[in-house]
């Protein structure tokens, strides 16, 4: 069971790119790195997903080290809709491995 | 595509009462779903892990009998709060995923629960 570890929040301003990196040093050969994005009172939204190096979509980049034991995930731009909690999630569900969500980092954009 | 709906969005109900939530996918079939359970300023907590047609397992320190969960077809899990008492209350969200995708799970909108 891969724990994991995140600041437990995170200021910025508007416009400013920011970096949240998760601590993983149990990674499993099998589990992809996900990070998921959630707003007060809804559910978690996708944002990205990655096994080694680095993986961008039209909304984050994800970089993960050769040894898998941390990622990064980095915000371009940020804007105020961009306040919410972070959460990285390490597991592969295809296998049934349990999943346990870290405290997440509660990321703050300020104008 | 990967959208997961959730009903209701939010119930009250009296102690003692038994309430169902259901928990779709609405344009994937879900070989695998999960019920997470998250107080105020909290994050998730896994409840239990649900495959298509078998029973689900729970994590250590939920009650099965408490929180019954049927995950009868690919698109439909349900989650059964029995007897709910007022330290019930919760924001519940269902979760699902397929084999082969890795690891993603793709989230419901959630269930705010209160019980009187």
């Known amino acids: 069971l891969a724990k994991t570890t995140q600041p437990i929040s995170m200021d910025s301003y508007e416009g400013q790119e920011v970096n949240i990196t998760c601590s993983h040093n149990n990674i499993a050969t099998n589990d992809y790195i996900t990070w998921y994005q959630q707003f007060p009172s809804q559910g978690p939204r996708f944002i990205i997903q990655g096994y080694k190096t680095k993986v961008t979509n039209e909304v984050a980049s994800l970089f993960i080290p050769a040894d898998r034991k941390s990622s990064t995930l980095s915000l371009p731009r940020v804007s105020l809709s961009d306040t919410a909690v972070y959460y990285c999630l390490v597991g592969d569900s295809g296998s049934a491995r349990q999943l346990t969500f870290g405290s997440g980092t509660q990321l703050t954009v300020l104008p | 595509g990967a959208v997961v709906s959730q009903h209701p969005s939010w119930v009250i109900c009296k102690s003692g009462t038994s309430v169902k939530i259901e928990c779709r996918s609405l344009?994937?079939?879900?070989?695998?779903m999960f019920w997470y359970r998250q107080f105020p300023k909290q994050s998730l907590m896994l409840m239990a892990t649900s495959n298509e047609g078998s029973k689900a397992t729970y994590e250590q320190g939920v009650e099965k009998d408490k929180f019954l969960i049927n995950h009868a077809s690919l698109t439909l899990s349900t989650l059964t709060v029995t007897s709910a008492h007022p330290e019930d209350s919760s924001f519940y969200i269902c979760?699902?995923?397929?084999?082969?995708?890795?690891?993603?799970?793709?989230f419901g909108p959630g269930t705010r629960l209160l019980v009187l």
């Open positions: 979760s699902a995923s397929w084999r082969g995708r890795s690891g993603t799970q793709y």
């Open positions: 344009d994937f079939q879900a070989t695998t």
